[in-house]
C-alpha cells in the first residue's frame, strides 16, 4: 500500500512570508499527485495537480508544486502568503489507472495579519 | 451548478442507533468515494462505487454498508454506530478516466457524533 507524508503538521506564518509544505509518497510506480485545499468550515477544493510533463505546476491563488521524481516528493509552495490562505493543505496520491486516493495527514496552515 | 451535496450537516447519534447519510452529484460522474476525516489522520476511504449498481471495500470499511442504486447517489449507512464513528465524512466524485488523473469533487461534508 502506498503511504503519503506531510512533513509539518502545523506551520505559522506571517503575511508576505513565504511557504513551502512537503509531501513524499513511497509508492515507486507512475503516480498522479494533488493538493487540495480546506478552508475552515469548507470542503475540499484542487489547488493543482500532476500527471505528466512540466514537474513544475502552477495551481490556483499563487500556488505551485514541484514534482521530483528521484525524491518521490511534491512540494508545494506560494511566494508571499495571505491571511485568507488560512487552511489545512493536503497531498494526495494515486496510482495511475487506480482512481483511489490516498491522502497525506495534512497540514493546518494559520497566516498571521 | 450544485455538484456533489451531502445530507445531512450534523447529526448526533447514540450507540446503536442506525442511519444513513446521503450523497448526491449532478456532474454524472461514474466514480463515488466517501470518506472519513479525522483529526491528524487526513481522510481515509471509507467505500467506494466505479459504477450504478457496483460497490467496493476501501482502506476502513468496518461499520459501514454503501449502496448506488442510481448513478447520481451513493449511500453510507451505520448499522449500530458506535463512538468510534465519530467523524466528518466528505462524500466525493469523479469522472472515469483512462489514467485516472481526474480530480475527485467533494461535497460539504457531514459531521457526526456518537454518544
Known amino acids: 500500500a502506498q503511504s503519503v507524508s506531510q512533513h509539518n503538521h502545523h506551520v505559522i506564518l506571517s503575511e508576505a512570508a513565504s511557504l513551502e509544505l512537503g509531501c513524499n509518497y513511497s509508492?515507486?510506480?507512475?503516480?498522479?499527485l494533488f493538493w487540495y485545499v480546506q478552508y475552515p468550515g469548507q470542503h475540499l477544493q484542487l489547488l493543482l495537480k500532476?500527471?505528466?510533463?512540466?514537474?513544475l505546476v502552477k495551481g490556483i491563488k499563487g500556488f505551485e508544486a514541484e514534482f521530483i521524481k528521484s525524491k518521490f516528493s511534491f512540494n508545494l509552495r506560494k511566494p508571499s502568503v495571505q491571511w485568507s490562505d488560512t487552511a489545512e493543505y493536503f497531498c494526495?496520491?494515486?496510482?495511475?489507472?487506480?482512481?483511489?486516493?490516498?491522502f497525506g495527514a495534512g497540514t493546518t496552515v494559520t497566516v498571521r495579519a | 451548478n450544485a455538484g456533489v451535496t451531502q445530507t445531512p450537516k450534523f447529526r448526533v447519534l447514540k450507540t446503536g442507533q442506525s442511519m444513513t447519510l446521503l450523497c448526491a452529484q449532478d456532474?454524472?460522474?461514474?466514480?463515488m468515494y466517501w470518506y472519513r476525516q479525522d483529526p491528524g489522520m487526513g481522510l481515509r476511504l471509507i467505500h467506494y462505487?466505479?459504477?450504478?449498481?457496483?460497490?467496493a471495500k476501501g482502506e476502513v470499511p468496518d461499520g459501514y454498508n454503501v449502496s448506488r442504486l442510481k448513478k447520481q447517489n451513493f449511500l453510507l449507512g451505520l448499522e449500530s454506530a458506535a463512538p468510534s464513528q465519530t467523524s466528518v465524512y466528505f462524500c466525493?466524485?469523479?469522472?472515469?478516466?483512462?489514467?485516472?488523473?481526474?480530480?475527485?469533487?467533494f461535497g460539504d461534508g457531514t459531521r457526526l457524533s456518537i454518544l
Open positions: 500532476y500527471f505528466s510533463g512540466d514537474p
Open positions: 462505487s466505479v459504477g450504478e449498481g457496483t460497490t
Open positions: 466525493a466524485s469523479s469522472p472515469a478516466y483512462e489514467d485516472s488523473n481526474q480530480p475527485q469533487h
Open positions: 456532474m454524472n460522474h461514474e466514480y
Open positions: 494526495a496520491v494515486n496510482r495511475v489507472y487506480d482512481y483511489k486516493l490516498s
Open positions: 509508492y515507486g510506480g507512475t503516480v498522479n
